[in-house]
């Protein structure tokens, strides 16, 4: 670590007023125990993958790293931006490449493009509720095995690709009670969810536990103050996804 | 306070790392005991007003509170989302009405509109580079006492419009050794960061030192890192604004 690194990290008290529900609702479900992928070493290549959640309304004609339009206003712009603000000797590159709608079979279709060609150190993937949502609005007949089976298919093929990637792996959440989103959605759901967390472990990844930061969230304010409809976050939601993020990524 | 509340203020022992540049940048300039704002009311009105830097490309059709696309990705939109995410059973409503290219003068024009229908209990404004800039580059004849003229007018009819209003105002920034901003516009610029300081000291506003926080964090990574071109914030100064904007503001 530089010397300047060690004065940026000496004065660690913090009035947490601003910021108060970072340890209580992060903290309460991502221990700092937990297996982190914090050794970002200089010129790390970061990438952001996902759907909807991800994409932000991201612009997509330059797809610029360390770009605020080509992020977004979502919590992935928040969470990079909060790991450039804090690592700015680390020279760190992130991109965004979420696009909206998107299931793991059609992330698989623009792999090359949107992940391996750019050699990610780290890849952070947030996937899952397009594959359940659309089998009860667009008759998508994807099933949980199909999947399972098209997840772990991706990620071999990102390691065998990119043998060093260190691999973050997000929960994919609902909030019920919402416009979009009611109780029949909890149990089939729950399928998915557990097929995320069960290769999470498979392939020794980084685990950020969104489902328990919005379970967790909802004691403090109703489900349509952090979702817009139980499956895209509201600006509180995203920033307690990048919290979450940053808790489990970073510690 | 709430039982909730205090249980969310409860556990405030925050592992740095993640977020490790906010104490040591921040806490260089802006002192604990500086006058804050933070008695934010249940159901109070922020307005985030200003130029491009505010605007951050938000979507213009809607102009929603609270609603990510409204804000863009910029620092009002990472400020306001840790507001939102921090103050849970507030519901505090945040506007983002900045708009590219701005001056004073044509914050003047929309401000009934933009500002006081809106009745903001809180208003931030971050205004002044383009006074000076479009000078340099677009051939505009207002001077440093136009803008001391047009700012505390606009101030005084807002207080007027609004007498219970609480101001926070920033200060305009730049940063040298970048592609649009050389040694030669310190000193004038200087007098038009000046007159923001002496108006807000005036009107008893929340100061938030943007210069100062840019000028120490060019002690970790250069000019470059930290803007786009001397004037727009990267999303590393992004963050590091939104940063300041909330220790300035709730401490």
Not at 174 to 184: P, Q, Y
Not at 187 to 209: M, N, R
Request: charged share 25%; proline share 5%; net charge negative.
């Amino acid at each position: 670590m530089s010397l300047s690194r060690r004065k940026f990290l000496r004065n660690t008290t913090f009035n947490a007023a601003a910021l108060a529900s970072i340890p209580a609702i992060v903290s309460s479900c991502i221990s700092s125990e937990e297996k982190k992928a914090h050794t970002f070493n200089p010129g790390d290549i970061i990438l952001f993958q996902g759907d909807s959640i991800t994409d932000a309304g991201r612009e997509k004609e330059r797809e610029l790293p360390n770009n605020s339009s080509s992020f977004g206003p979502g919590y992935a712009f928040i969470a990079a931006s909060g790991l450039l603000n804090s690592n700015p000797e680390e020279g760190l590159i992130i991109y965004n490449r979420g696009i909206s709608g998107n299931k793991v079979f059609q992330l698989a279709e623009r792999w090359e493009k949107d992940c391996l060609d750019l050699k990610p150190n780290v890849l952070s993937i947030l996937i899952g509720v397009n594959d359940y949502w659309h089998t009860r609005k667009h008759g998508y007949e994807g099933t949980v095995e199909t999947f399972e089976n098209d997840l772990r298919a991706l990620l071999k093929r990102t390691k065998k690709g990119l043998p060093g990637i260190r691999l973050v792996i997000c929960q994919p959440f609902i909030l019920t009670n919402t416009d979009g989103v009611d109780e029949t959605w909890v149990e089939p759901f729950k399928a998915y969810q557990d097929v995320v967390a069960k290769i999470a472990t498979e392939f020794d990844a980084v685990w950020v536990p969104f489902q328990e930061a919005f379970n967790e969230a909802v004691k403090y304010a109703p489900e349509k103050y952090w979702t817009i409809d139980g499956v895209h976050p509201s600006m509180a939601g995203c920033q307690l996804m990048a919290q979450a993020w940053l808790k489990a990524v970073v510690g």
